[in-house]
């Protein structure tokens, strides 16, 4: 069908895609699109499927005309795309756009077109082996180890009823509550019953924390409580309120004690306290290095991109913003459709959303084409059975079926995924063993993992 066809680098990484028909083709086209809905036309005076071509013409010619363009547009581009070389063909999601929308169709005259499309965008790597990079230097004391020990103490913690006592900092209370005036009357559609949260959290709209510390079981009191201009709650914010609270249950942790029983009930693998802590140790020692190579990388990589050219297409970034918006739906439990209208209720849109993620979007699709450009240079290539021995070793070091997480990976299709981790991999120890690491400033190892944030 097309006769003749040119294809043009644009700007951005797309490119314009000229195409001629010629015109007898567009007659024949016009002709049997003509044909087709003259089989079944039946206008009064003539009989079904006899009504004269001219006729037709007269009364449909225009809407036959624009039809056909349409026809010829898609065959022809159709055709075209499937000829020129990979590197200009459009991306699965680009979307091929007409130059010319005001385009018209003559039946017997040759019919030329553009349309524009995004395409891989080729990047030109810069240099990226010999650069310089900061290594933090990681401080690590015992109280790091003392700190993990004390959180799995809490997460072991019994919970029991306090039988006697006072509420305290840290117990968990229940409580119904409800706004009253100043005659201590309830205030309408404010009652909340068994209300349960920690004390001294936060996790709750009026912040009654240090207020309850003190109460007994049972106990009822009338709270009163000014809230800042600034208040987290919107609807608090500035005002006085007067809150009748009522404490119905009280419960403690019972957190166990650090010996070696604990340890053992931690795990089959420690027989004493100081087994548990050696593991604790090694574990802080593995989070800390994978922490300063993640941190190595990115300075790499900020330097990688600086001296690199690649233009990431606009349907590139597109994709990768709408990626994100269905990831972060899916973290909140909702679809994209009702973050629409969480956010609508906040008085923000997605649009205005995108246009703030759009340059972490765009300097993270630089990154990735980076990285594989540059696994391409370093001719790091990872095999099927590669990738399934890694997943291997990762589940018996979580002490997890090898076999049914491997069945899993393979038949949701999930081995390229590991293949191409472990490419990066591969590449980053290249390039970091091929880099100027300097020692860099101390670090505190809370500050360095952002548990202290």
């Known amino acids: 069908m097309v006769q003749e066809k040119q294809v043009e680098a644009q700007e951005n990484s797309s490119v314009k895609l000229t195409m001629t028909v010629p015109a007898e083709e567009v007659r024949k086209a016009y002709d049997e699109l003509v044909a087709k809905y003259r089989k079944d036309a039946q206008l009064k ?19 036959f005309r624009a039809e056909t363009l349409q026809t010829v547009i898609e065959s022809a581009l159709q055709e075209s795309i499937e000829s020129v070389e990979e590197p200009q063909r459009p991306l699965p999601y680009a979307r091929p756009s007409l130059v010319d929308e005001e385009l018209e169709l003559e039946p017997d005259a040759p019919l030329t077109f553009s349309v524009t499309y995004d395409v891989f965008p080729e990047a030109t790597l810069g240099e990226y082996r010999g650069l310089e990079v900061t290594e ?8 790091d180890e003392d700190r993990e020990l004390e959180s ?16 305290a900092d840290g117990d968990i209370v229940t409580i119904n509550y409800e706004e009253v005036d100043e005659n201590d009357e309830p205030v ?27 109460m007994e079981n049972g106990e009822t009191r009338t709270i009163e409580k000014e809230y800042p201009e600034d208040f987290e709650h919107e609807e608090l914010a500035g005002q006085k309120k007067r809150l009748r609270v009522e404490v119905t249950v009280v419960k403690q942790r019972d957190v166990p004690d650090l010996d070696d029983e604990f340890a053992q009930d931690i795990s089959d693998d420690f027989e004493t306290l100081a087994d548990l802590r050696k593991d604790i140790r090694a574990r802080l020692e593995k989070t800390a290095a994978e922490r300063v190579r993640a941190q190595k990388i990115d300075k790499l990589m900020e330097q990688i991109v600086g001296a690199s050219e690649v ?3 606009a349907s590139m970034v597109d994709t990768e913003l709408e990626n994100s918006w269905r990831n972060l739906a899916q973290q909140y439990q909702v679809s994209p459709e009702q973050m629409d209208q969480l956010l609508a209720m906040q008085g923000q849109t997605r649009d205005a959303i995108f246009e703030d993620w759009r340059p972490a979007a765009i300097e993270r699709l630089k990154r990735s084409l980076l990285v ?5 240079r370093e001719e790091i290539e990872v095999t099927e059975e590669e990738a399934e ?3 291997r070793e990762d589940a018996e070091e979580r002490k997890a079926d090898a076999d049914q997480i491997l069945e899993y990976y393979k038949k949701n299709g999930m081995l390229s995924y590991v293949q191409q981790e472990l490419a990066e991999k591969r590449m980053f120890d290249t390039v970091l063993a091929a880099s100027n690491v300097k020692k860099g400033d101390k670090v505190e190892y809370v500050d360095l993992v952002g548990e202290n944030e």
């Open 45 to 63: 005076g003539f009989r079904k499927g006899k009504v004269p071509v001219d006729v037709l013409e007269r009364k449909f010619g225009e809407s």
């Open 372 to 376: 594989q450009k540059m696994i391409e």
């Open 389 to 391: 021995q890694q997943i």
């Open 188 to 214: 309408a559609d404010t009652r909340r019953e068994d209300y349960t949260f920690t004390v001294g959290s936060g996790h709750n709209l009026y912040h009654l924390d240090t207020e309850l510390v003190g």
């Open 311 to 313: 233009e990431v297409p």
């Open 152 to 167: 799995m103490r809490e997460q072991n913690a019994l919970v029991i009823e306090k039988d006697e006592g006072a509420v």
């Open 136 to 143: 933090p230097q990681v401080k690590m004391t015992k109280k």
